[in-house]
């Protein structure tokens, strides 16, 4: 008896264990490459598990956040996927690079042509977005994943503030804060011209020093080795003054 009920209990200890050792499933989530600043343009990749032990993931569909239409949705060829884009009319017209447009691509869809992603792997799925708006700290994608046993995972709930994280939670990409710096960015870079401007002054003024003390130094030589030319001919010219006297001398005394 004593044996039995020790054996129960260590079953369900070892299943606790199991339960809470057990990583959380994964999801179907979008980050960006860098940084994703509001009003400006990033690449996202969509990232892609596999959950299943028996099937393969052979399609996947995003949609993109329709309170917040892109102007520009252009994927990434990927090796092994054909991609489709949808377009469908507005609501309202988005302003892109001073044009209106009332239309825009609001579904990307990737078809495996071969295995897709196997048991065990994960894929990423890299989009080129923008401009990203403004007045939002974030987009939600709503994606499809579907199986090649024809099992089909929507990953389409929203996060509600306060409460615990769905199921199937929707993608979500978080924007930062928009790169206002432009006038500082000038202001910087006119800054920097200036600097190396006065540092290019001061490396011909550096040179023309150095150039007018080589010039002055090869004057100081020149002047030098004329003396010094003056002054051996004249030592010169007295050696031999010299011997024609003591030649005389001598003749005269023989």
Request: no cysteine; charged share 25%; proline share 5%.
């Amino acid at each position: 008896m004593k044996a039995s009920r020790i054996a129960a209990v260590g079953a369900v200890a070892g299943t606790a264990v199991l339960v809470l050792s057990s990583p959380a499933f994964a999801h179907v989530t979008v980050q960006p490459e860098g940084e994703a600043a509001k009003g400006g343009y990033a690449v996202v990749d969509f990232k892609v598990p596999n959950e299943r032990d028996n099937a393969s993931t052979t399609k996947l569909e995003v949609t993109m956040d329709t309170d917040h239409p892109l102007a520009s949705v252009m994927p990434q060829p990927v090796e092994g996927w054909d991609i489709k884009t949808t377009k469908s009319k507005l609501d309202e017209p988005v302003e892109s690079h001073g044009e209106k447009l009332t239309e825009a691509v609001t579904k990307v869809t990737w078809t495996a042509t071969g295995d897709g992603i196997e048991p065990g792997y994960f894929q990423k799925f890299p989009v080129s977005i923008g401009a990203l708006p403004e007045d939002s700290d974030e987009l939600v994608f709503k994606a499809i994943q579907t199986y090649s046993n024809k099992e089909v995972v929507r990953w389409i709930e929203v996060q509600q503030e306060g409460q615990e994280e769905p199921d199937t939670p929707a993608p979500v990409l978080e924007l930062t804060a928009a790169e206002d710096g432009s006038a500082d960015a000038h202001g910087s870079s006119a800054d920097a011209h200036g600097s190396s401007a006065a540092a290019a002054d001061d490396t011909e003024a550096a040179a023309e020093t150095t150039e007018a003390a080589s010039d002055d130094s090869a004057g100081s030589t020149d002047t030098t080795a004329r003396v010094l030319g003056v002054v051996g001919i004249v030592v010169g010219a007295a050696g031999v003054a010299y011997g024609v006297l003591a030649g005389r001398r001598r003749s005269t005394t023989a």
